[in-house]
Structure formats: C-alpha cells, structure tokens
C-alpha cells in the first residue's frame, strides 16, 4: 500500500521525443508537487498543483506540463526532451499547502540519449 | 527566492554522533524538515520541527532550532553505517511553498 508511487521507474529516451511520467498518491491529499533532482543532488521544486491553483517555478520550460485527472492523480509530460532534462524526477504530495508535511515517490530516473 | 544552505560532505565514525547543520535566510517559515536519502531511493521525511519550537528529540535523532541565527540543525546519535546517506534540510511557507537545502551527503566509517 504505497503512499505516493510513480511509473516508470527508469525512463530512457531519445533526444526530441515526447514522455509522461506518472504520478499517484492514495493518502487523500490536496496538493501534489514535482520535483527534480540534478546530478549534484540538488533538489528544485517545478510544480504545486491543488484542484484549485497550479503554482509553477517561473525556471522550468513551457516543455513541461503537469497534467491530473483527478486529485490522487498528477502526471509530468515533457515535449521535446533535451539532454539536460536528465535527472531524477520526484512526485510529492502533501496534506494542504504551506505547513503540511510532503510525502515523496520513490523518484523516476530518465536518462536522455 | 529562498535560500538554504548546507556542508556538502560529513565523515563520521560508527559510534559517534553526526551534526548536520543547515542555514536559511528567510525566519518566516512554518516548519522546518530533515529529510533522508538512501542511494537511489526517494526522500524519507526524518523529523520535523515547529518554527516556535526550540529542540525536538525523537531517539537518536535530536533537532536544534535557532531562529535568531537562522540555524538549524540535526544531531544522530551513535551514528551507524545504516545512517549513510543523503539529509536535507527543508522550510516550509504558506502558499504551497517548499524550499531545500543543497544536502548533505553522510558517510559514516565502520
């Protein structure tokens, strides 16, 4: 009974093509969020979405787009994948926003040839 | 944005106990996390603490909290090889807003 689980695991692509990655979560929450997470480690935030505001990290490039169906639900679909967008990309969700405590996936590594 | 700054690197022997500090510029945070990442896992939430609080301890783990400095950090105690890994320290605002430190990657020495 995974909290927040994300398919694929590893994702390997060609440069140019088109990819989703997903995302769900069964804790009920309200917000859910996007995460990338560079060779160095470094974590930066892309996207918070509730089924009311979608908050966007004004550094991620309109290639990416968050996409949910319904609220247990929040998909990550890229266009035109670059060499760059290697990374390790983590889906998150969270009870509301602000203070409430984030619950991360288990990450996705897509590799970009 | 905000900013929230960690060491990279700890070495540790097994047995001792491990600090991972973590400074931050904005004070008008919520909740302040530590996070733990194995190799190739995701994140795994550790402990959190209040902002109004001072100290949290929950077994090994211990978590100083210093508003006026902007200090935060967190203590393991009889640090184990287990305990290798990745430790993020994180804020939390209003707004849907989380920031992360930069990490710090925990090498405990048998």
């Known amino acids: 009974d995974t909290a927040v689980s994300q398919t694929p695991k590893y994702l390997v692509t060609q440069m140019g093509n088109d990819k989703s990655i997903k995302c769900e979560q069964n804790l009920g929450h309200d917000t859910m969020y996007w995460y990338k997470q560079d060779s160095k480690k470094f974590l930066k935030i892309m996207f918070s979405?509730?089924?009311?505001?979608?908050?966007i990290n004004e550094t991620v490039p309109n290639r990416f787009s968050p996409k949910s169906p319904d609220k247990a639900h929040l998909n990550l679909h890229i266009n035109s994948l670059e060499l760059g967008d290697s990374a390790v990309y983590f889906c998150?969700?969270?009870?509301?926003?602000?203070?409430?405590?984030?619950?991360f996936g288990p990450g996705t590594r897509l590799t970009v040839l | 944005g905000e900013d929230v700054e960690q060491s990279l690197f700890l070495s540790v022997r097994e047995g001792d106990s491990s600090v991972i500090n973590c400074t931050y510029t904005?004070?008008?945070?919520?909740?302040l996390y530590w996070y733990k990442q194995e190799p190739g896992a995701g994140l795994q939430l550790l402990t959190y603490?209040?902002?109004?609080?001072d100290m949290k301890q929950d077994q090994r783990l211990t978590v100083l909290l210093n508003k006026k400095d902007k200090h935060l950090s967190l203590r393991i105690a009889d640090t184990q090889t287990g305990d290798s890994a990745i430790y993020f320290c994180?804020?939390?605002?209003?707004?849907?807003?989380?920031?992360f430190g930069t990490g710090t990657s925990l090498t405990v020495i048998p």
């Open positions: 603490i209040f902002s109004n609080m």
């Open positions: 904005d004070s008008s945070s919520t909740y």
């Open positions: 979405y509730n089924n009311k505001e979608l908050i």
């Open positions: 994180a804020e939390s605002f209003t707004g849907n807003q989380f920031y």
């Open positions: 998150a969700s969270s009870q509301g926003g602000g203070s409430d405590t984030q619950y």
